[in-house]
């Protein structure tokens, strides 16, 4: 416990994802906030509503990716009262990327805007540190997403559906827990489209187990009484 920083800033050292599919996109996030290397939060919402059709994963400092959000959330309901009609997920993200930008020097935060609008259907932007905007078709972030790059070169293809959609974001995020331990507890997720907005509650002990993982169990002793594992046959 000497070693712990109790007042360092509360930093998400996070799992986020974006993915379009054939219709919409597919946010998930894990649910850990650290303060340096302490959990403070282990069901923490890193998925947050700028309007009725976008949303932002939040990475960082989760100060400053809250100001940020509140900004645009604000600026938005400006903008939709003056125009008449929902913001566009465009709209949204440059709007991001403004703040983001023009406050780098400032900002320790990487977001990820997804949505759907009637003009352009469903969208993912990548605004990483620094304020840089990516329209992609998929978006990885945080510090948890070194361990995902060469899994989605392999999983994600053009034109999925919404359930295989989801099962990617699901899988990769408990992939990400699996190695990260700056990333965990549960797997948050919403689906955007042109019925409206879904969101999914996966809890810590219902997602797949990775290589070397343990079984959720209710108590240490449970995990001291349990037989050894079987060894790994080549």
């Known amino acids: 416990m000497d070693n712990m920083d109790l007042n360092a800033p509360h930093s998400m050292g996070t799992t986020i994802i974006g993915v379009t599919y054939n219709g919409g996109v597919v946010l998930g ?43 645009v959330r604000y600026f938005l309901h400006q903008h939709t009262i003056q125009l008449g009609q929902p913001a566009t997920v465009k709209v949204a993200a440059n709007l991001v ?17 997804g949505g759907w609008d009637k003009y352009e259907g469903g969208k993912i932007y990548g605004v990483p540190l620094g304020g840089t905007i990516i329209e992609q078709p998929f978006a990885i972030g945080g510090s948890g997403s070194s361990y995902l790059y060469g899994f989605f070169d392999q999983a994600w293809k053009e034109g999925m559906s ?73």
Not at 47 to 66: E, P
């Open 29 to 71: 996030a894990d649910s850990r906030t650290s303060t340096g290397m302490y959990v403070a939060n282990r069901a923490s919402d890193k998925i947050t509503q700028l309007t009725d059709n976008v949303y932002i994963c939040r990475s960082g400092s989760a100060a400053d990716s809250q100001i940020v959000s509140d900004y």
């Open 97 to 113: 990327r403004l703040l983001s930008y023009n406050n780098k020097n400032m900002l320790q935060t990487g977001i990820i805007v």
């Open 162 to 234: 919404k359930e295989e959609a989801e099962q990617l974001v699901v899988k990769a995020v408990s992939l990400a827990i699996a190695r990260d331990g700056a990333s965990g507890g549960v797997v948050r997720t919403v689906i955007i489209n042109s019925e409206g907005v879904t969101r999914n509650f996966y809890p810590g002990d219902t997602l797949p187990l990775w290589h070397e993982e343990l079984e959720p169990q209710n108590s240490l002793l449970d995990i001291l009484n349990a037989p050894a594992p079987e060894p790994m046959s080549i």
